[in-house]
């Protein structure tokens, strides 16, 4: 029942208990009053033999009237009486989740997040709580990813600064000599600190909504082959065939042509690290009924089924042996996502399982 109702309810209750209270004293007390009126009148007749009729009528009257004012004083007493008892009683019952609610409210705020409200009601009050739960998982979900990130944000800091301390070390007690060389591995382990701080950065800007967009009109080929070309060597180089496959007479979307070519540099990136020699990547695009769907396809690792919820994660890797010099950081994926959000678009993943490749796509809104 929902609470509209049970309120409605409620007040009906009310109302009939304050009736039937008062018509019960009624039906006991007024008959009573009147008879003991009545018969205090009577002892007066005797002693008015000469009085007229008019005034026996009066006293009747005054009789009666004393008698029902009487009776309702007495019946209102306890209609009013039952009626307080009752709305306690229903005013305790409707408030009782509430109060519960807001004892787990504080018990939450000090961060017991596992706390969680079970209510069978079928009505708003239940609502409230499964809301509130789905807030209280979503927070715990929230604390356990800050902790997460804390120790994979570590851990990653962690690896190239032991390698500057070790080179460090190593030139200071003599056991390495000055050379180009080493100095180069010194600058490579910094580069790699400092990609990590800038990837960082630009995370921390995408999911706090805080990357500026210019939302124009762009032709699909205007997006994809920049992109194509200027990573073309790197998959020569590695000795995987890129393909691009976009149509034409695809209409143009609505995006911010930069951002959207960080995207697919990111998805392509991702590619590029986990297929291997001699393999494909492809890049397709197809209209849909209100946007554009944008495919990045390879014939590398694959996903298994688990992993197709938590590939755009942060610091997630499919290839968990793979290191963060051959795997990058991480969150590339993580920043692609929140960008294509961002551009009121929507990414995710397939795979026919570990070994059969993958395919990454993202939409964009149509002009």
Sequence with gaps: MKLAHKLFVSYIVVVIVGLVVLSIATAYVAPANFSQQMTHMRGNRFDMAGQHMVELDIELEASFRDAINNALLISGLAAILAAVGVSWFVSQWLTRPIRSLVTLSHRI???????????????????LVDSFNRMAASLADTEAMRVRLLGDVSHELKTP??????????????????????????????????????????????????????????????????????????????????????????????????????????????????TASGGEVGVTASREPDHLRFSVSDTGVGLAPGELEHIFERFYRVDKSRSRSRGGSGIGLTVAKHLVEAQSGSIYAVSDGLGKGSQFNFTLPLT
């Excluded at 705020?109 to 609502?127: I, N, P, S, V």
């Excluded at 911010?256 to 990111?266: E, G, K, Y």
Aim: charged share 25%; glycine share 6%.
């Design 161 to 274: 600064l032991a390698g500057i301390k070790g080179y460090m070390e190593g030139l200071q007690d003599g056991v390495l000599p000055a050379t180009p060389e080493t100095f180069q591995l010194v600058h490579r382990e910094a580069e790699r600190l400092q990609r990590l701080v800038q990837d960082l950065q630009e995370l921390s800007r995408a999911e706090a909504g805080q990357v500026p967009l210019e939302i124009v009109n762009c032709k699909p080929n205007d997006l994809v082959m920049p992109v194509v070309d200027r990573m073309r060597p790197q998959f020569n180089e590695k000795n995987i065939t890129l393909i691009s496959d976009i149509p034409d007479n695809l209409p143009p979307v609505r995006a911010d042509s930069d951002r959207t070519a960080q995207i697919l540099t990111n998805l392509l990136g991702n590619a590029l690290q986990y």
């Design 109 to 127: 705020a000090g961060g017991h997040y596992e706390q969680r409200l079970r209510l069978d009601t079928r009505d708003e009050f239940a609502e």
